[in-house]
């Protein structure tokens, strides 16, 4: 039998078997049945992966409800099972595939990539869980899945060990690291992200940009050059507007991470921005709608968050420099808590109308250590106070 094959007869054999076969309890049926679910997820899964590599949004549209359906068969099993770390993690798995759904429904292939790799770090952390379960050839079966040409180049340092539980952080009752407590940057990027110079009031920095160079088009370097002449009063920090992402990461404020089930907010002292960045599985509202700090969405990929932000404003800087985006700006930002103290952060900064490229920053947050450390205000006026309120 050919893959698509496979699928319609396991996915019509379930539909008739499958629940009844969890509800009674048959245990060697039900094992059998499983399993022929999971091979058939892998199947799908690989479909999805052709589907999208092809931008073919009926297939991928087509497969990817097939996935949903079984995976909502595959949280319901662990359901009755009374199994609530697992039902999270089938939620997990459940809600990439919907986003892959929505996505391609939307032609967005970029987000439909962004939770193909969500949907697969559910699948690992899923076996991550029951590694009891998983007998002798099904891992290197999972393995040798695992090896096909990812979808999306992975990241720089995604090595074998970050898929080691590291041992050295915080972590929530779901497994997640925890992030919460105050951070902040020790760079000069707020200045200029591209290396500099020291000069009056301002310290020599390396940059935060890979390869220092960004791949502006030449209208946009050219406008680069005249808000650098024009940074003392065009700086949007200048007019107190709150600073846009990822300048929130690296504004010389300390910024406080508060955590809980479906949602993380980064709270700055700076101009009193707040931040929501969802880990619910919920994706961006459709449409374009200007936000200051723009559309924020999180998943796990192993250690380390990934957001995808959207919908900004064309009114933020990336720093004192003129380094400057359009409403266009699409960040994906990947937080990795290396120990207790320190958060590697990295972000590929994507803006069609104003960069011929992507281009990728990367930066330390550092944890707070100081007894009683807090964040206090920074208010910001936009107009010379002391004159007014002596
Ligand atoms: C909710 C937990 C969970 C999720 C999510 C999950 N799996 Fe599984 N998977 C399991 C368990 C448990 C087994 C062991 C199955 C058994 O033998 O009963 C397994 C086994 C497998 C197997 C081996 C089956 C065999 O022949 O023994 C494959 C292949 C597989 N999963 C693929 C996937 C893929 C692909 C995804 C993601 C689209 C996925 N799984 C998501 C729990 C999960």
New binding site residues.
């Given amino acids: 039998m050919n893959r698509t094959a496979r699928i319609l007869f396991t996915l019509t054999l379930l539909s008739v078997l499958g629940t009844h076969c969890a509800v009674a309890g048959n245990s060697q049926d039900e094992?059998a049945l499983?399993?022929a679910g999971?091979?058939t997820?892998?199947d799908l899964?690989e479909e999805v992966q052709d589907a999208l590599n092809a931008q073919s949004d009926r297939k991928a549209i087509k497969v990817a409800e097939e996935l949903a359906k079984l995976l909502q068969r595959?949280k319901q099993y662990?359901v009755l099972a009374k199994q609530p770390d697992?039902v999270r993690?089938?939620e997990e798995?459940l809600s990439a595939s919907r986003q892959i759904l929505s996505s391609a429904k939307a032609g967005r292939w970029d987000h439909a990539a962004n939770a193909f790799k969500a949907?697969e770090a559910?699948?690992t952390s899923?076996?991550d869980l029951?590694p009891e379960?998983?007998a002798g050839q099904?891992q290197p079966?999972?393995v040798l899945a695992r090896a096909k040409l990812p979808l999306v180049a992975p990241s720089r340092d995604a090595g074998p060990q970050s898929t080691q539980r590291n041992a050295a952080l915080a972590r929530n009752p779901d497994g997640t690291p925890d992030l919460s407590g105050i951070w902040q940057a020790l760079s000069t990027a707020n200045w200029d992200i591209q290396g500099h110079q020291a000069q009056s009031g301002v310290p020599a920095g390396p940059g935060i940009v890979e390869g220092n160079e960004i791949p502006y088009q030449p209208w946009a370097a050219a406008q680069k050059k005249k808000n650098y002449a024009n940074r003392a009063t065009a700086d949007p920090e200048a007019k107190c507007y709150v600073p846009g992402v990822p300048r929130l990461a690296y504004v010389p404020f300390p910024f406080q991470i508060s955590q809980t089930p479906g949602q993380l907010t980064i709270l700055s002292e700076y101009v009193h921005t707040v931040r929501v960045i969802f880990t619910n599985g919920s994706s961006h509202p459709p449409g374009h709608i200007d936000w200051w700090m723009g559309d924020s969405r999180g998943h796990w990929e192993n250690d380390t968050l990934v957001v995808d932000a959207i919908d900004f404003n064309d009114q933020t800087w990336f720093d004192h420099a003129g380094n400057f985006h359009s409403d266009a700006l699409h960040v994906i930002e990947r937080y990795t808590p290396v120990d207790a103290d320190h958060i590697n952060y990295e972000a590929t900064i994507e803006d069609p109308k104003v960069f011929a490229q992507p281009w990728k920053i990367s930066l330390v947050l550092y944890r707070h250590k100081e007894k009683n450390f807090q964040l206090l205000e920074y208010e910001c006026y936009g107009f010379d106070v002391e004159k007014y309120y002596p």
């Fill in positions: 094992s499983r399993k999971m091979d997820l892998q899964k595959e662990w697992v993690l089938a798995s949907l559910t699948c899923c076996h029951h379960q998983r099904s079966r999972l």
